[in-house]
């Protein structure tokens, strides 16, 4: 399983967290453009910052590990996957808990709607 072993906790992730947007509606989804503006600045610049180290040879992928299939500059689709899986399911989690503790995390509920 080693080569499938990261897109395997990437699934887990999603799997774990998807029934969120349904069982609590928290709604992520259908709050896309807010989903964007979280995700979007996180991922263009881990994403830059990974492609700078690959470039520099600081940093590097087992092919072994890996599905092998890499994108421009080097980097696996795994790692592409993990800027967007990871912060989704954080931004599931936080809604999740907004959610069940009535917790408005800074912004009130009708803007949360919005």
Avoid: K, N
């Avoid at 967290?17 to 609590?24: M, S």
């Amino acid at each position: 399983m080693g080569s499938l072993t990261y897109l395997a906790l990437l699934a887990g992730c999603l799997l774990v967290t998807a029934p969120l947007e349904l069982v609590l509606r928290v709604r992520v989804y259908a709050r896309w453009r807010r989903l964007l503006l979280a995700v979007l600045p996180e991922f263009v610049v881990f994403v830059a910052w990974v492609l700078y180290a690959i470039a520099q040879g600081h940093w590097q992928y087992d092919g072994d590990l890996t599905l092998g299939l890499r994108l421009p500059g080097g980097i696996p689709v795994e790692e592409v996957l993990f800027f967007l899986v990871v912060p989704l399911c954080s931004v599931l989690a936080l809604e999740a808990v907004r959610t069940v503790t009535g917790w408005d995390a800074g912004y009130p509920a009708e803007e949360a709607d919005a």
